[in-house]
Each structure stands twice: as C-alpha cells, then as structure tokens.
C-alpha cells in the first residue's frame, strides 16, 4: 500500500476547514514526518481534524462509500453505463483493477493510516502536549474513525459475518503506522478479528469521548459518547449479535415513545424529516460529513451524492444523470403511501424517470453527508428486540411507529399487525429501505442477512454464493502485498 500511503503528507487534508501549508511536512514530500506535524499543541490539533477530512473524502466516505451501498442494491437504474461513475459496481461484474474497487480501498487505508501515524505520533509524545485528557479524548476520536474505515471495507472486500460466523478472511489489519516502504506483507485477518479490533476501538472511543461539544453543531461533525454507541449497535447488527444490540442500543434510547437519548447529547427524531436534509446538525443527525463551498472543502468532481442521485444537480438537466430510481423498486411498494412525506424525496422529469432528491445543494453539492442517524438507531433496535424475543415485541412495534408516524400518520401498526416474529422483522426492513433510501445501508442490509441481490434492468439476481457477491481485493494490494489472497 506504500504509493497510496505516500500522500499522506500531501494530500491537502487539514481537517474541517480549508487547506493550510503551514501543516504540511516540507521535507520530504514522499513520506510523513509526523514528529514535525504533533510538534505543537495547535499541530496536534490540525492533525486530528484532519482524519476527519480523510474519512470524508469524495473517494471514501464522503461520496463513493454511500453511493456503492445504494447502487449495489434493487432500488436504482444506471442511466450512463459510465464505468467512472459505477456502472460497473451497478452491474454486479466489478474486478480487481475496477476504479471503484481500487480507489475504495486506497482512500480508505489512506484513512486509517493516518489514524494509525496519528496514535502512534501521541504515543511517542504528542499526548504529552496537549494533557492526558485531551489526548484520551483525540485518541478515542482516531480510533472511532479507524473503526469505522475499517467496517465499511468489510461490507464490501470481505465475506459477511453470518458466513462461516467470521472465519473467512477479512482484511489486512493495519493498526501502526506506514511512513517508509517495506511495509505492505501482511496477510488478511479473518473478518471476526476485524470486527473484534473495530468494536475495541468503539469500547474505547465510547470511554473517552466527551458527552456532548459547544457549540451544538459540532456534535453533529465530530465523534462524541453517543457516536460510539449508535456505530456499535450498526456493527454489532451486522454480525447478527442482536442481544448486544439492544444493550448498546438501550443506553441511548428510553423504553417508551417519544425515543430519545437520555444521555449525553439528547438525540430525537426531527418532527418532519425533511428538515433533517435542510438543517444538518439537528439532534437526529448523529454523525455526518460536513462539505462547504470555499476552500475546496467538499466531495469533489463526480463523487457527489447530488451528481449521482438528484435530476437536477447532476449536470443541470434531464438526461445527464447518473442513477434514477428503479420504477419496480421501493418507490414501486404500495406500503409506501403516496401521502408519506418521504416521497417528497421522489421527483419526476418530463422524460417520466424519477429521481431520488434528499440531496438538493447545488453544484459543488455540498450536502452534509449522513453516515448515521436516530432513526437507524431505533431500527435496528426495533429489529434486535424482534429477533431476540422471536415474538411481536411490544417496544419494536413502538419503535418502527416512531420512524413510520413521523412520516405517515395515517399509518400506526400494532401487535396485531403482524402475525408473528417473521412479519415484524419484514415490516422493519421494508421499513429501512423506505427511511434510508439513498443513504448507503441497503448494501449493508443484504450482506449482513446474506441475502440475494434482487435483479434490476438488465442486471440479474446475484445469490450469496455466486461470484461477485463481494468485491474481489484491489489489484493495487494484490500487487503491493505478497501475503494478501484474492477473493
């Protein structure tokens, strides 16, 4: 991974503001001389909003990681069979030289290795700098976002936990720091010690985080206590560990509606969820990317949501977009009514193609990047204590009418909606597909139930047991490092 690496110290990643030279290493520019970036208090700082940057770049998070996880699924139409764009990944037949599957990975060990320069950095003296307070706090911050790097490669590059309970192989377990080539062998752990590694960096992040940030914006745009714990009840949902689930989930959700955070920051759901894409930083915004206008500070050409998803953003006009929505897809649902204020996301065009439209910024598109929020929460919540009870769990049924009546208020289930455990649990998902629709958890949601992929156009069902129901390893690892097996 020595060449992705290498860029660390140029790359122009300097936190949530825009670019700043005096932050770079000025010798040489092919490595990272972290012990010049962490030479200071206010370095420190900078080098710890910078991970921030790393995650939210156009090629990871903040772009191409949320589209894959839409694009993979049934619910959208390529328009542009543009390979650049994904119509590779859409199409299910993705290899290992694909740009998706290459860059994906760059960018996202880019992020961890910086995260990983970053620890190591405190540990050999940056923590001495800024108190031992501070420096548990920014740890917990860089070990948050390596964990959540490495998850999100496990949802593509590895097979899912529920396959073999973890013990197929993962991914290369990075934890210190690359600055020097000769550092790339390294075999794949299997994906159960990844997910071990990435819950033991959620542990300690949910340890040493602060409850909440002033101003309350910031609590939206930076890791704090509450975070943690909504990552951990993602996580542990994907290895179908529903006992913890709910007890990560219960410590920032009360028993009874209205569901809220008795503690820390006092998430809840927006009472219209169109605010929640207007406004960025309400209370049910848990954790998103932010992207500006100056300072090159967003997701960058053809990497963001709006490009890919929106009939107006992308290119300004019919014909030019990316991915509209698949007409026998979610949006074809008739649990879904048209009175749903959710489908006010749903706009036509004169060429009758409809399109997904929570993200309206216009070019450089700079809405805020949604990586999770209170509503997921009570899904999966919902969804654990269903699976756990193996019955129509009163509390679940609560919990699916919170994030259904704030949208439909003609609609409120009760126990005897569901016939058993099976149908709640389906009314659940269907559920998540309606909520998160364009937010990248549908290819999460299939691979975490090993699920077949639904055909789509021209594309056909792809099974759990067939080629290309995970990614293949970047041809760029494959080369770089003699110990890493292909898919």
């Given at each position: 991974m020595k060449k992705h690496f290498i860029y660390a110290s140029i790359l122009c990643l300097t936190g949530l503001g825009a670019c700043n030279r005096d932050y770079l290493s000025p010798t040489p520019e092919t490595s990272v001389a972290i012990d010049e970036s962490l030479s200071t208090p206010s370095r420190v700082n900078t080098q710890l909003l910078s991970l921030y940057a790393a995650l939210k770049a156009g090629n990871f998070y903040g772009g191409r990681y949320v589209i894959y996880g839409d694009i993979r699924g049934e619910d959208f139409i390529n328009e542009t069979s543009n390979l650049i764009t994904g119509s590779d990944v859409w199409a299910l037949n993705a290899t290992n030289s694909t740009t998706a599957i290459t860059n994906l990975w760059s960018y996202a060990y880019l992020t961890i290795n910086r995260c990983n320069l970053f620890i190591d950095g405190m540990n050999a003296g940056g923590s001495a700098l800024v108190g031992a307070e501070t420096a548990a706090q920014y740890l917990a911050e860089a070990k948050l976002i390596r964990a959540l790097s490495y998850y999100s490669l496990l949802q593509f590059y590895a097979r899912p936990y529920a396959d073999n309970k973890g013990n197929n192989p993962g991914l290369p377990l990075r934890l210190t720091g690359i600055s020097t080539s000769?550092?790339?062998?390294l075999a794949r752990s299997s994906v159960a010690e990844v997910y071990t590694q990435v819950l033991a960096d959620l542990n300690e992040a949910e340890a040493n985080l602060p409850a909440s940030y002033s101003p309350a914006a910031t609590n939206t745009t930076r890791a704090h206590k509450n975070t943690a714990i909504a990552l951990k009840t993602r996580v542990y949902l994907s290895m179908q560990d529903y006992a913890k689930v709910v007890t990560e989930a219960n410590k920032i959700v009360t028993s009874a509606a209205p569901f809220t955070s008795p503690t820390g920051v006092a998430h809840a759901l927006q009472s219209n969820i169109t605010t929640v894409f207007t406004n960025y930083t309400t209370t049910e915004s848990i954790f998103s990317l932010p992207m500006t206008v100056t300072g090159g500070d967003n997701p960058g050409t053809q990497n963001q949501l709006g490009y890919y998803f929106s009939p107006t953003a992308a290119n300004g006009g019919v014909g030019n977009q990316e991915y509209s929505l698949n007409p026998n897809g979610i949006i074809a649902n008739?649990?879904?009514?048209?009175?749903?204020?959710?489908?006010?996301?749903?706009?036509?065009?004169?060429?009758?193609?409809?399109?997904?439209?929570?993200?309206?910024?216009?070019?450089?598109?700079?809405?805020?990047?949604?990586?999770?929020?209170?509503?997921?929460?009570?899904?999966?919540?919902?969804?654990?204590?269903?699976?756990?009870?193996?019955?129509?769990?009163?509390?679940?049924?609560?919990?699916?009418?919170?994030?259904?009546?704030?949208?439909?208020?003609?609609t409120t289930f009760t126990t005897a909606s569901f016939a058993s455990a099976t149908e709640l649990i389906d009314a659940i998902l269907l559920e998540r597909r309606i909520e998160f629709l364009g937010e990248g958890l549908r290819n999460n949601d299939l691979m975490r139930l090993l699920q077949t992929i639904p055909a789509k156009g021209t594309v056909p069902a792809k099974s759990s047991s067939e080629n290309g129901y995970i990614w293949p390893i970047s041809s760029s690892e494959l080369a770089l490092n003699p110990l890493a097996k292909d898919n």
């Amino acid at each position: 991974m020595k060449k992705h690496f290498i860029y660390a110290s140029i790359l122009c990643l300097t936190g949530l503001g825009a670019c700043n030279r005096d932050y770079l290493s000025p010798t040489p520019e092919t490595s990272v001389a972290i012990d010049e970036s962490l030479s200071t208090p206010s370095r420190v700082n900078t080098q710890l909003l910078s991970l921030y940057a790393a995650l939210k770049a156009g090629n990871f998070y903040g772009g191409r990681y949320v589209i894959y996880g839409d694009i993979r699924g049934e619910d959208f139409i390529n328009e542009t069979s543009n390979l650049i764009t994904g119509s590779d990944v859409w199409a299910l037949n993705a290899t290992n030289s694909t740009t998706a599957i290459t860059n994906l990975w760059s960018y996202a060990y880019l992020t961890i290795n910086r995260c990983n320069l970053f620890i190591d950095g405190m540990n050999a003296g940056g923590s001495a700098l800024v108190g031992a307070e501070t420096a548990a706090q920014y740890l917990a911050e860089a070990k948050l976002i390596r964990a959540l790097s490495y998850y999100s490669l496990l949802q593509f590059y590895a097979r899912p936990y529920a396959d073999n309970k973890g013990n197929n192989p993962g991914l290369p377990l990075r934890l210190t720091g690359i600055s020097t080539s000769g550092s790339s062998a390294l075999a794949r752990s299997s994906v159960a010690e990844v997910y071990t590694q990435v819950l033991a960096d959620l542990n300690e992040a949910e340890a040493n985080l602060p409850a909440s940030y002033s101003p309350a914006a910031t609590n939206t745009t930076r890791a704090h206590k509450n975070t943690a714990i909504a990552l951990k009840t993602r996580v542990y949902l994907s290895m179908q560990d529903y006992a913890k689930v709910v007890t990560e989930a219960n410590k920032i959700v009360t028993s009874a509606a209205p569901f809220t955070s008795p503690t820390g920051v006092a998430h809840a759901l927006q009472s219209n969820i169109t605010t929640v894409f207007t406004n960025y930083t309400t209370t049910e915004s848990i954790f998103s990317l932010p992207m500006t206008v100056t300072g090159g500070d967003n997701p960058g050409t053809q990497n963001q949501l709006g490009y890919y998803f929106s009939p107006t953003a992308a290119n300004g006009g019919v014909g030019n977009q990316e991915y509209s929505l698949n007409p026998n897809g979610i949006i074809a649902n008739t649990n879904w009514k048209a009175s749903d204020t959710r489908r006010s996301f749903v706009a036509t065009t004169s060429n009758g193609k409809r399109w997904l439209t929570k993200y309206k910024a216009p070019s450089p598109y700079t809405d805020y990047v949604p990586v999770i929020r209170y509503a997921e929460v009570l899904l999966n919540l919902a969804e654990a204590r269903t699976r756990t009870t193996n019955s129509v769990d009163p509390q679940a049924v609560a919990l699916l009418n919170a994030v259904r009546n704030r949208s439909d208020a003609t609609t409120t289930f009760t126990t005897a909606s569901f016939a058993s455990a099976t149908e709640l649990i389906d009314a659940i998902l269907l559920e998540r597909r309606i909520e998160f629709l364009g937010e990248g958890l549908r290819n999460n949601d299939l691979m975490r139930l090993l699920q077949t992929i639904p055909a789509k156009g021209t594309v056909p069902a792809k099974s759990s047991s067939e080629n290309g129901y995970i990614w293949p390893i970047s041809s760029s690892e494959l080369a770089l490092n003699p110990l890493a097996k292909d898919n």
